[in-house]
């Protein structure tokens, strides 16, 4: 990582960055679809959570020194006293949390729109957890909670308000221990009148206390928006340069900025953290591995407001791994959108893991999935054969593509709204292995990719299909979500071996 330092009060200098280093304000720094992103600092360490919505374990928890290595520890919902994932429907679940550190103690604060009504929160003594059971604290109906505290112990929940009593950002004292909210929800500030404000985090620097707001909508016309009080609980000015940080109607790569929080580093310098998409192919564009975390700067003017330095960061991305599943628990990449894994996955007697297939509430399989990180990705799964077992490029149970095997025949499904339809079916594997391979690569129509699927056994490479990325994109489906990559047992126990997922250096068609 390398430090531009195009203002003074932007974080202090680091060592070069190699050829491969971009800025991050084209890069995430979290890539694949990590949204919403929150951060604190405890030391030298940051700590940052996302939202992470049907899918469990819930709310992944990152680990950095730099802001820009992000080191996954785990995740704060592991557990179904804290979120009951086959509960909720796409694009449900868990949204928008945040993370704080306070008395020695961290704190973490989201709502689960597929559960009871309020703001969920759980505590910890470490960021590893364990973390406590959800205590859900009623009456605060809304989405995107902040937790913030006074100089006299008074903890403030601000939020984005759903009550038509208190719509827009809302805010009331409440009690943690107990889960109760002290107060009716009060209206705070509405933003500079843009649609959907949003996302709130209260934060103190010197005498004042600043409220950072999402406006615009999570779509093109994003935006991130300031204003500031001597109180915690306002009124708030706003600043005078609204909005603070935006990518709307530009042609840079990186759109949909906002849903930002600001983090002041051990040295007395300050950064932000936000969300932000990367669409390609023709118009509108189309964005495929969902809202991700980058990074940016923050000084100050004389004035005592804040501006972003986008450029401030470098990234060298490296989201490659491959698992054969012989440690003794599963890395905390590994999500599903039904049931949580350690319902249906179990370690296989000769290596690898046993898929079982597990009905869920919502009606999701129970597949073991990865978030998509790259633009251009090969993943490979090494099984057994003869199986019945899917290798599914996920949006949401609506829009998916699957390599199947069943047997040893080979097919290709597709799912785009209501129409599925098997595209292509292939002859009978050869040996007592198969690697299943699915692949994004370059568009031979107009869209962000294609996504190609082949098939390895004795006898060699079986090239079978590709299809055309667009159907499997946010502006084609919807919700809030990326694209996953998943294996799911069709009927019986399916035994994966081994798998690999590796950023593609080549994306020729």
Known sequence: MSINLDHPTVPSVRPEPSPAARSAAEQPVIAGFYPDPSVCRVGDTYYLVNSSFEYAPAVPLWQSTDLVRWTQIGNVLDREDQFASGQARPSGGIYAPTIRHHDGRFWMITTNVSGEPGQLIVSA???????????????????????????????????????????????????LDRGVALEAPRRLWQGTGLANPEGPHLFRRGDWWYLLIAEGGTERGHTVSIARSSSPEGPFEPA?????FSRRSTFFPTQNTGHADIVEAADGTWAMVYLGVRPRGNTPLFHVNGRETFVAGIGWDEDGWPHVAPDAFTVEPDNGFADDFAAPAL??????????????????PGGGVTLAAVDSANGSPALLSVRAQDHWWRFTAQVTVPTAVGLRVRMDERHWYELRVRDRTVEVHAAAGALQSTVVMAGDLTGTTATLVVEACAPTAHGPDDLRFAVVDDAGVHELHRLDGRYLSTEVAGGFTGRTIGLHALGNAATVLAVTYEPAANAAP
């Not at 005078?240 to 603070?244: A, D, I, R, S, T």
């Not at 039904?338 to 179990?346: D, K, L, N, S």
């Open 125 to 175: 003594p470490r960021a590893g957890g364990p973390w406590t059971a959800a205590l859900v604290i009623p009456g605060l109906l809304g989405i995107d909670p902040d937790l913030a505290w006074d100089d006299d112990g008074t903890c403030y929940v601000t939020f984005c308000s759903s009550d038509p009593r208190a719509p827009g950002i809302a805010q009331a004292r409440v009690d």
């Open 240 to 244: 005078p340069e609204n909005p603070l």
């Open 331 to 348: 890395h905390p990449r590994w999500i599903s959108p039904g049931a949580a894994p350690e319902r249906f996955v179990t370690p296989a």
